[in-house]
C-alpha cells in the first residue's frame, strides 16, 4: 500500500514528530545496509522511544496493511534489514537503555537499540561477559544481535547468542506484546517460543526488551599467531588443536589479502613466501592460560612457518586490529564485494579451503577466504565489479559453486548471518520442503498479512 500524508501525520501522533522521517534525504541512509548488492528506499523511518510505540506502529500498519521492515544499527550482511517492500522502517535505535546489570543473577536486560559495544563495555567496569563478538560490535545493536542470532570469534568456545537469551518481551504483528522466558538460565515452561524469535530475522515479531545470561569475565588471555605456507595445513592444524584437550576460545584464519596489517611484526620474508595466518586465543585462569598456549603453539609448530606468542596485550592486540580490518581492507579493494557466510563441519575445512580454492581459480575470480576456522565458519568474500557483467556473473557463479561445497561437505547454508535477502535462493538447496513450509505456516500464525519484514527468508512464489 502507498504510504501517504494522513499514514505520516498519524504516526507523528504515535512517536512524535521529531521521531519520524520521511524527507528522501532522512530515508535513504534507511535503504541499504552492510551488502553491496542490495537497496531499496523506505516510504518513511520511526524511532520509538517506548515500547508501547512499537506496539502501537505495528497495530496502525496492520489495519491500513503497511509493510513494517524492523531496523537496528543496519550492520547486517544479508540484506536482513532492506525494506524491499517499502513502506515503514522501524528503527529500535532510540530504544538504548541498559536496564538492569545483575552481579549476583549473571543477568543483565537490555533495550533493543543498546549499541553491543557499549553493552560490553559497561559488563567490563562490573568483571562480567557477553560471548558473542560479531565483528560489527562497534555498531550493531542487542535486538540485531538477538534477531539474527549472531556469532563471532569468541563462539568457538561460548556459543551463539541463542546461548544467552534468557527471556524476550516482544510486540506481535497484530499490536500486541508478549513476553517469553524469564531470568532463570533452567526454564522449562511449555514450548519454546522465546527460541522463535531469536534467529527469526524480524519477520515473527519486534524484540522491544531483552534478558540474557552472563559470564564472569576471564582473568587471562594469551594470543598466539602461526603463519602457514599452505591453507590446506592451516585447516588440518586447526583440526589437530580442536582434537587435542585445549579449547581455544578463537581460531580465526586469515588468508594473504590481508597479510599486509601484519608487515612490522612478522618478518617479511615469511609473509611474503606463505598463504595463511591462524590467530589463536586461549582465556581462562592465569596457570591455565599459560600451560594451554604453550601447547597450541608446540601444535602449530608442527606445520607453521613462523608461531609466536604474544608476550603481552598490547601486542595481542596489534594481531587483533589486524584481523577486525579484514573486511574493510578487502571492501576496499573492489568495486563489489560478495561476502559470504557457509559453516562446514571441522574436520571438512581443509577440503573446504581446496575445494573452494579450485572454484575460485575455474572461475577466475580474486577470493578472500578469511573467517571464524575454529568452528568451521567460514566468509568467502567474492571480490568483482557488478558494472562488468561478465566477471560479475562469473563471480555469482563462483559464490553458488563454493555454498554448494560447503553444503556437499554437510555444512550449512549461514553460519551467523541469516538468509535475509541474499541467501533466500539458495534455501530450497539447505533444507527439507516440509521443513519450509513448517515456517510458512508458522509466518501465517504470527503475521497472518505478511507485514513484518516481507520478502525475506524465502523466495515469493
Not at 69 to 83: A, C, D, E, H, Y
Request: hydrophobic share 40%; aromatic share 6%.
Amino acid at each position: 500500500m502507498t504510504i501517504n500524508q494522513k499514514h505520516i501525520e498519524a504516526l507523528r501522533q504515535i512517536v512524535g514528530r521529531t521521531n519520524v522521517l520521511a524527507s528522501l534525504e532522512e530515508t535513504r541512509a534507511y535503504s541499504y545496509d552492510g551488502t553491496a548488492m542490495w537497496s531499496h528506499l523506505p516510504d518513511v523511518v520511526v524511532l520509538p522511544t517506548q515500547a508501547a510505540q512499537v506496539a502501537a506502529i505495528l497495530g496502525f500498519a496492520g489495519e491500513n496493511n503497511i509493510p513494517v521492515t524492523p531496523r537496528g544499527g543496519g550492520t547486517n550482511v544479508s540484506g536482513g534489514s532492506i525494506p524491499i517492500k517499502g513502506g515503514i522502517v522501524l528503527c529500535t535505535t532510540r530504544l538504548d537503555r541498559i536496564l538492569e546489570i545483575n552481579k549476583t543473577n549473571l543477568n543483565a536486560t537490555v533495550e533493543p537499540g543498546v549499541v553491543l559495544q557499549d553493552f560490553q563495555a559497561a559488563l567490563a567496569k562490573e568483571g562480567l561477559f557477553f560471548p558473542p563478538d560479531p565483528q560489527s560490535f562497534a555498531g550493531c545493536t542487542m535486538g540485531g544481535v538477538v534477531a539474527e542470532n549472531a556469532g563471532g570469534p569468541s563462539c568457538l568456545k561460548y556459543g551463539v547468542t541463542k546461548q544467552y537469551v534468557l527471556g524476550l518481551e516482544v510486540a506481535l504483528a497484530d499490536g500486541h506484546i508478549i513476553k517469553l522466558g524469564g531470568l532463570t538460565p533452567k526454564n522449562r515452561t511449555g514450548y519454546e517460543l522465546m527460541m522463535l524469535f531469536t534467529g527469526s530475522e524480524g519477520t515473527l515479531g519486534i524484540i522491544t526488551k531483552i534478558s540474557l545470561r552472563l559470564l564472569p569475565a576471564p582473568k587471562a588471555e594469551k594470543t598466539i599467531v602461526a603463519v602457514f605456507d599452505d591453507a590446506a595445513v592451516a585447516g588440518e592444524t586447526v583440526t589437530s588443536i580442536i582434537a587435542g584437550s585445549v579449547l581455544p576460545s578463537k581460531v580465526e584464519f586469515m588468508d594473504n589479502w590481508t597479510f599486509e596489517k601484519f608487515r612490522g611484526v612478522i618478518p617479511d620474508n615469511v609473509l611474503d613466501t606463505s598463504q595463511v595466518i591462524l590467530l589463536i586465543q586461549v582465556d581462562g585462569l592465569p596457570q591455565t592460560v599459560a600451560a594451554e598456549a604453550e601447547q597450541v603453539a608446540a601444535v602449530c609448530k608442527q606445520t607453521a612457518r613462523e608461531v609466536r606468542v604474544a608476550a603481552d596485550a598490547a601486542e595481542a592486540e596489534k594481531y587483533w586490529a589486524a584481523r577486525r580490518a579484514h573486511f574493510s581492507d578487502i571492501s576496499s579493494r573492489a568495486h563489489t564485494i560478495v561476502n559470504e557466510d557457509v559453516c562446514v563441519p571441522r574436520d571438512k575445512i581443509a577440503e573446504f579451503i581446496r575445494l573452494g580454492r579450485a572454484s575460485a581459480k575455474r572461475h577466475d575470480v580474486p577470493v578472500s577466504f578469511a573467517g571464524h576456522v575454529g568452528d568451521g565458519n567460514f566468509h568467502p568474500a567474492v571480490l568483482t565489479d557488478s558494472r562488468d557483467k561478465e566477471h560479475y556473473q562469473r563471480a555469482l557463479q563462483c559464490v553458488e559453486e563454493i555454498i554448494e561445497i560447503a553444503l556437499n561437505l554437510g555444512g550449512v547454508l549461514s553460519g551467523e548471518h541469516g538468509i535475509g535477502l541474499e541467501k533466500q535462493r539458495f534455501l530450497k538447496k539447505a533444507m527439507d520442503p516440509r521443513a519450509i513450509e513448517l515456517m510458512k505456516q508458522i509466518k501465517n500464525v504470527l503475521d497472518p498479512q505478511h507485514i513484518l519484514n516481507p520478502g525475506k527468508i524465502w523466495e515469493e512464489e
